[in-house]
């Protein structure tokens, strides 16, 4: 079964290579997203190192003059997916993109890439290391808001966890800008309804894109002044753990130029992290920063700590508390929702789903802490979910079943590079 599975996820990437980069999913998804690439290099490099590096190097052809990353690059105009180019209209790099950015799993997909390889994968990484510098540089300046402590983020999709309840917060202090044209979603004629964020979510996410428009994409100006505006611990501890990342990267280089700053952005990071922390939860949770009112769910986003190698041992400790009184309530970890909350649902996208790239950074986080019983488990129920399913996007916490995107790449990667029983491949 292992096998057969290891072939079926080779041939998932070959097909949805688009010459260098990979689509996520065709139709549905039809462009090079930017965390969906760094998780697919992962399994490229199982058996085509040269093609995962190649990944990398085409989304950093994406990369804005200001240093972001955008979260889609746009290589042409697909009628399958809205919002498309129109719609965001940028200008900010070498392709139309986004306007926003994405979890920033870059430098921590190159570390790893680095040390399962050689001099060749290292000399790869040096030539990539100055970019990606940037990139970070442009989330500690661009994504900090003034008078917060910590990066956040303008759009829900900017998160990767699109309609996760834990961005009602931020949503309902919005209201639909009037002048948004009619448009037509394109995601609901590849998926069922069902699964997918709500008509008045999207009119927001609509909105906040016009807002960028309005102001040229000023990414300052997004960031204070525009309709959104949220802490995210995923963001947070993503881009901690990027951060250390990419220091270790810089001194296997050489680059005592840079390690000042690297050093500077992880401090401000472990000093800021406190804000995301929720007493009544007893957990790191989103937060509204205009209203500072937190989110009162446990996301797979709060399960990021031990990646990060942040938190106090009190903190972690009640982390690994919500994690054990979630599994005593699914089948499956970890879901992207709070099983306990009223808007938990199972099959909804970022409502309830378990989403493998998610599942892959929990578990290796908990693995580097000694969390080595809870590490496996996560692993291994995603294993058992493709093994049942095959290669969703997501998958339900409750009964198994695929939901949304079939075919999907960073669902293949991973079973290649880390969720195969047989890691040989």
């Given at each position: 079964?292992?096998?057969?599975?290891?072939?079926?996820?080779?041939?998932?990437?070959?097909?949805?290579?688009?010459?260098?980069?990979?689509?996520?999913?065709?139709?549905?998804?039809?462009?090079?997203?930017?965390?969906?690439?760094?998780?697919?290099?992962?399994?490229?490099?199982?058996?085509?190192?040269?093609?995962?590096?190649?990944?990398?190097?085409?989304?950093?052809?994406?990369?804005?003059?200001?240093?972001?990353?955008?979260?889609?690059?746009f290589r042409r105009d697909d009628p399958d997916y809205f919002p498309g180019p129109s719609v965001w209209q940028t200008s900010g790099g070498a392709f139309p993109s986004g306007g926003i950015s994405q979890p920033p799993v870059f430098a921590s997909v190159m570390l790893e890439l680095i040390e399962s390889g050689g001099a060749e994968d290292l000399g790869q990484a040096q030539a990539?290391?100055?970019?990606?510098?940037?990139?970070?540089?442009?989330?500690?300046?661009?994504?900090?808001?003034?008078?917060?402590?910590?990066?956040?983020?303008?759009?829900?999709?900017?998160?990767?966890?699109?309609?996760?309840?834990?961005?009602?917060?931020?949503?309902?202090?919005?209201?639909?800008?009037?002048?948004?044209?009619?448009?037509?979603?394109?995601?609901?004629?590849?998926?069922?309804?069902?699964?997918?964020?709500?008509?008045?979510?999207?009119?927001?996410?609509?909105?906040?894109?016009?807002?960028?428009?309005?102001?040229?994409?000023?990414?300052?100006?997004?960031?204070?002044?525009?309709?959104?505006?949220?802490?995210?611990?995923?963001?947070?501890?993503?881009?901690?753990?990027?951060?250390?990342?990419?220091?270790?990267?810089?001194?296997?280089?050489?680059?005592?130029?840079?390690?000042?700053?690297?050093?500077?952005?992880?401090?401000?990071?472990?000093?800021?992290?406190?804000?995301?922390?929720?007493?009544?939860?007893?957990?790191?949770?989103?937060?509204?920063?205009?209203?500072?009112?937190?989110?009162?769910?446990?996301?797979?986003?709060?399960?990021?700590?031990?990646?990060?190698?942040?938190?106090?041992?009190?903190?972690?400790?009640?982390?690994?508390?919500?994690?054990?009184?979630?599994?005593?309530?699914?089948?499956?970890?970890?879901?992207?929702?709070?099983?306990?909350?009223?808007?938990?649902?199972?099959?909804?996208?970022?409502?309830?789903?378990?989403?493998?790239?998610?599942?892959?950074?929990?578990?290796?986080?908990?693995?580097?802490?000694?969390?080595?019983?809870?590490?496996?488990?996560?692993?291994?129920?995603?294993?058992?979910?493709?093994?049942?399913?095959?290669?969703?996007?997501?998958?339900?916490?409750?009964?198994?079943?695929?939901?949304?995107?079939?075919?999907?790449?960073?669902?293949?990667?991973?079973?290649?590079?880390?969720?195969?029983?047989?890691?040989?491949?």
């Amino acid at each position: 079964m292992a096998l057969d599975l290891n072939q079926q996820a080779r041939d998932i990437l070959n097909r949805n290579d688009r010459g260098g980069y990979t689509v996520p999913t065709a139709r549905l998804y039809p462009y090079q997203w930017n965390w969906d690439s760094a998780f697919v290099a992962l399994g490229f490099a199982t058996f085509n190192r040269d093609r995962a590096w190649q990944e990398l190097e085409l989304l950093l052809q994406g990369q804005w003059d200001n240093g972001m990353i955008p979260h889609i690059i746009f290589r042409r105009d697909d009628p399958d997916y809205f919002p498309g180019p129109s719609v965001w209209q940028t200008s900010g790099g070498a392709f139309p993109s986004g306007g926003i950015s994405q979890p920033p799993v870059f430098a921590s997909v190159m570390l790893e890439l680095i040390e399962s390889g050689g001099a060749e994968d290292l000399g790869q990484a040096q030539a990539m290391f100055d970019q990606v510098l940037k990139w970070h540089r442009w989330f500690h300046h661009d994504r900090t808001p003034n008078g917060c402590p910590v990066v956040c983020t303008v759009h829900p999709w900017e998160t990767g966890r699109d309609n996760c309840p834990d961005w009602e917060l931020g949503l309902d202090r919005m209201d639909v800008d009037e002048g948004i044209e009619p448009y037509t979603r394109m995601d609901t004629v590849h998926a069922d309804v069902s699964e997918r964020p709500s008509k008045l979510q999207y009119d927001k996410y609509v909105t906040i894109i016009k807002f960028g428009r309005d102001v040229g994409w000023d990414q300052k100006r997004l960031t204070n002044e525009g309709p959104f505006l949220m802490a995210d611990p995923g963001i947070h501890f993503i881009l901690m753990r990027a951060d250390r990342d990419l220091l270790a990267i810089a001194k296997m280089l050489g680059r005592s130029d840079a390690f000042d700053e690297l050093q500077g952005f992880i401090s401000k990071s472990e000093t800021g992290t406190d804000y995301l922390w929720n007493p009544d939860m007893n957990a790191f949770c989103a937060r509204d920063v205009r209203s500072g009112t937190f989110s009162q769910g446990f996301s797979s986003a709060s399960a990021l700590p031990f990646y990060a190698d942040a938190g106090t041992p009190a903190q972690r400790q009640g982390t690994l508390d919500n994690i054990k009184r979630i599994a005593a309530k699914v089948d499956y970890l970890i879901p992207s929702w709070d099983p306990d909350a009223a808007d938990f649902e199972p099959q909804r996208y970022w409502c309830g789903p378990v989403w493998p790239q998610m599942n892959n950074i929990i578990s290796k986080g908990l693995a580097e802490q000694g969390e080595t019983d809870f590490a496996e488990q996560v692993r291994q129920d995603l294993a058992r979910l493709i093994e049942k399913s095959g290669f969703f996007e997501c998958f339900n916490t409750m009964t198994g079943d695929g939901c949304i995107g079939t075919d999907f790449s960073w669902t293949a990667a991973l079973w290649l590079a880390w969720a195969s029983p047989n890691q040989e491949n």
